[in-house]
């Protein structure tokens, strides 16, 4: 079984992780195929080239066609998709390079992948503002901040007694693709919305899952949306991407304290940036 991830700074502030509980913890679920892999290792570094930002030209050049397709009108929302064999037909390609294609759609909130149906557009520029909910919409940036302190330390904690080895394994995946990103603030937002929806699940708690979601709803808004293309560079987003890898190594471990600790550290980053847009 590979180890915990590791080889990331841990941030200033932050509380370090007992190995000897994160290497207990690892043993105790290895039956259950838990795979967490170090970030510095060849084998992450070279998927990471493969689904990150930086992508081959052919898969680039499918990327574009389907989002000109899509944001054009040309494939409506909620309309299937040609299917792989068909599309790698009509473009020339290599059906894996249409599938690595759709895997950056999907992430990007453009369309949604149904097992054995295909694949159906999501993209819907009419319906970007209804479909936030009315609350959500009406909530300021101080009454956000003020439910995510309430919901976010409490809710890691639950996540952390009830999540099973499958959901944290699916939460390392939903990593793996934060810690691809390179530039893209809009992208590693989304990632970082489904990385904490993830969370929410695994409490285990359906009402709590959707009083979250209206906080997901919430963190869309515009002033949200300009503070971070205005503050996520390159470097801000490389330091976020170690302190996910340090949240998610403290859930691996059952460490609460530590990661309710990174869960308020989050905050008063986010804390920060809204008083500088003052």
Known sequence: MAPLRGGAPVPRN???IPRCAAYCYATH??????????????????????????????????????????VSGEHAVEERLPSERQLAQDLGVARNTVREA?????????????????SF???????????????????GPLHLQ????????????????????R???????????????QTEAGHFVRLEEEFHRQIAEGTGNPLLVACYNLVIDARRQSF????????????????????????????????IEAASEFMKLTLLEDQRLLLQEE
């Open 14 to 16: 932050a509380v370090e």
């Open 121 to 139: 557009v999501t993209y819907d520029p009419d319906a970007a503002d209804s479909s936030v909910a009315p609350v959500a919409a009406e909530t």
């Open 224 to 255: 949200r949306g300009a503070m971070y293309r205005r503050h996520l560079t390159p470097a801000r987003i490389a330091t976020y991407q170690r302190s996910y890898n340090a949240l998610f190594n403290a859930i691996t471990s059952r460490d």
């Open 167 to 181: 959901h944290i394994e699916a939460l390392g995946e939903t990593l793996s693709r934060m810690e691809a990103v």
């Open 29 to 70: 679920v290895r039956n259950d195929r838990l795979q967490v892999r170090r970030v510095n290792s060849p084998s992450r570094r070279k998927a990471s080239d493969a689904t990150g930002q930086i992508v081959g030209v052919t898969v680039q050049y499918v990327i574009d066609t389907l989002t000109t397709r899509i």
């Open 146 to 165: 003020v439910v995510r302190g309430i919901f976010e330390p409490e809710m890691v904690r639950l996540a952390i007694i009830n999540m099973a080895p």
């Open 102 to 118: 759709l895997d950056h759609l999907e992430e990007r909130g453009m369309i949604r992948r149904r097992a054995g149906s295909g």
